[in-house]
Nanobody, 124 residues
Framework: QLQASGGGSVQAGGSLRLSCAAS??????MNWYRQAPGKPRSVVAF???????YSVDSVKGRFTISRDRAKNTAYLEMTSLKPEDTAIYYC??????????????????????WGQGTQVTVSS
């Protein structure tokens, strides 16, 4: 349903653009999560069906979430990358599965489908 791509290894200060291509479901509203080694998965940014976008404070001003409805693909543009951004990044979309209160973001829906994850490694 969701195919994530675009991860890689970069040096601190570099940039990457992650993509999440959807099939069989809409990418109109979706989340990006990440999971660093030894830590739980956490939301990074989300975009609603109206186009409203939110991101957590740790990536604000550096990461931008967007979507291309025609391509049914979402993106996470990551700039000024830091070693602490190293994680597996997952896209999440589809019917709402549950909602959770996320500090700094408020009520965030979690959707049914998950991409397979794409590794981002930032070296200092």
């Amino acid at each position: 349903q969701l195919q994530a791509s675009g991860g890689g290894s970069v040096q601190a200060g570099g940039s990457l653009r992650l993509s999440c291509a959807a099939s069989g479901t809409s990418i109109d509203r979706m989340n990006w999560y990440r999971q660093a080694p030894g830590k739980p998965r956490s939301v990074v940014a989300f975009i609603g069906s109206s186009g409203v976008q939110y991101s957590v404070d740790s990536v604000k001003g550096r990461f931008t979430i967007s979507r291309d409805r025609a391509k049914n693909t979402a993106y996470l543009e990551m700039t000024s990358l830091k070693p602490e951004d190293t994680a597996i990044y997952y896209c999440n979309a589809g019917p709402i599965e549950r909602t959770a209160v996320i500090q700094g973001l408020g009520l965030v829906p979690e959707y049914t489908y998950w991409g397979q994850g794409t590794q981002v490694t930032v070296s200092s």
